[in-house]
């Protein structure tokens, strides 16, 4: 990455509109002919691209080899706080003091319920999400029978965030019925020892790729907004193509009293969209994956942001922060001409 960030510091002097919508359209035809993203050079050179320019080529993208499926999904806070990491975006961590509700592993009842609801409302996926940096031996027992109940009583695809595990703790949960493993990545290695001292980044990409091995597809993204570059923003999207992630969920940091982040001053909207399709760029063909602050986004910018890229979504509440309501967020998919996978059955 020193290559790029030397090319960022010498692209510094480019106008706005350094590339046009010629280039741009060019570039995105290759990548559909290629079927593979665009070089270093190259993404940081869109950066420079008008937003509407940009946005329409990265739709041409997105149409050509990107699924039109749009993949759904929810999220239980399965273990809430007491998080010895210094992550400081984070509400969970035990260093600060955001007085969320704190919580031991939830019961396998609660689970179910919440798991029944998502499939009840159409949703595809149902993510477990624990706090801390792995969890106990008795954890994973515990998890493991809770996740072969709900794989006994729902259809539902089930996934799991459950911090740095072992390879053969991730083939127990495989073998129990998780399909998925995430692992955000959060930020750019350049970035990532500014905001968390307590891991590192290498064993976050220690635990995805253990994840490969035990079975399970990986899901891994970030948050923009928290005081990183566009430049590392487009570093953090290579390391996730490098590591062959597929689902990426992109979280647009909203503040939170207590955190060190508490007064970082909101992404404006066009920066949300700028990234988004320059990931569509980098990251051709895959789930580029509205998670927590999109609340907070206009409908307009919503809807932008379906059409160069976004063709993924958690629905419902996130960990620590609201949701979009679940039939406001179908309304717009199917607005945006997405397919809505089991969804489609409660609206044809």
């Known amino acids: 990455m020193n290559?790029?960030?030397?090319?960022?510091?010498?692209?510094?002097?480019l106008a706005e509109?350094?590339?046009s919508v010629n280039d741009l359209m060019k570039l995105a035809d290759r990548v559909i002919a290629t079927g593979e993203?665009?070089?270093e050079t190259e993404a940081i050179r869109l950066a420079e691209?008008?937003?509407?320019?940009?946005?329409?080529?990265?739709?041409?993208?997105?149409k050509a080899c990107a699924s039109r499926k749009f993949d759904t999904c929810s999220i239980i806070n399965g273990k809430s706080g007491r998080c010895p990491e210094d992550c400081k975006w984070c509400a969970q961590s035990a260093h600060y003091h955001s007085h969320i509700h704190e919580y031991p592993l939830v019961s396998s009842e609660k689970l179910i319920e919440a798991a029944k609801f998502s499939q009840d409302k159409g949703i595809g996926r149902f993510s477990i999400v624990t706090s801390g940096k792995r969890l106990k031996p008795d954890e994973v027992k515990t998890l493991c029978s809770s996740v072969r109940e709900l794989s006994a009583e729902t259809d539902i695809k089930l996934c799991l965030s459950a911090g740095l595990l072992s390879e053969d703790d991730l083939k127990a949960f495989r073998e129990a019925g998780i399909s998925r493993y995430h692992c955000n990545l959060e930020s750019a290695h350049s970035f990532f020892g500014r905001l968390c001292t307590t891991h590192t980044q290498e064993e976050k990409i220690s635990t995805?790729?253990?994840?490969?091995?035990?079975?399970?597809e990986?899901?891994?993204?970030?948050?923009?907004g928290m005081g990183e570059s566009l430049q590392?923003?487009?570093?953090?999207?290579?390391t996730l193509r490098e590591l062959g992630v597929k689902s990426v969920p992109v979280n647009i940091l909203s503040p939170i009293p207590g955190t060190p982040?508490?007064?970082?001053?909101?992404?404006?909207?066009?920066?949300?969209?700028?990234?988004?399709?320059i990931f569509r760029f980098i990251l051709p063909d895959a789930f580029l994956r509205f998670a927590g602050g999109r609340a907070r986004l206009s409908p307009q910018a919503t809807l932008e942001a379906y059409r160069i890229g976004i063709n993924a979504s958690i629905m419902g509440d996130m960990l620590t922060t609201a949701g979009a309501d679940i039939d406001s967020d179908m309304d717009r998919i199917r607005a945006a001409g997405y397919g809505l996978s089991t969804l489609e059955k409660m609206f044809n």
């Open 49 to 62: 691209a008008s937003l509407d320019a940009l946005g329409n080529a990265a739709e041409r993208i997105t």
């Open 37 to 39: 993203g665009v070089s």
């Open 232 to 238: 590392q923003r487009i570093e953090l999207a290579f």
């Open 261 to 277: 982040l508490e007064n970082q001053p909101l992404i404006p909207e066009e920066d949300v969209l700028r990234t988004i399709a």
């Open 218 to 224: 990986i899901c891994s993204g970030g948050i923009i």
């Open 17 to 19: 509109n350094a590339v």
């Open 3 to 13: 290559k790029m960030l030397n090319h960022v510091q010498s692209q510094a002097g």
């Open 208 to 216: 995805l790729k253990a994840a490969v091995r035990a079975g399970l």
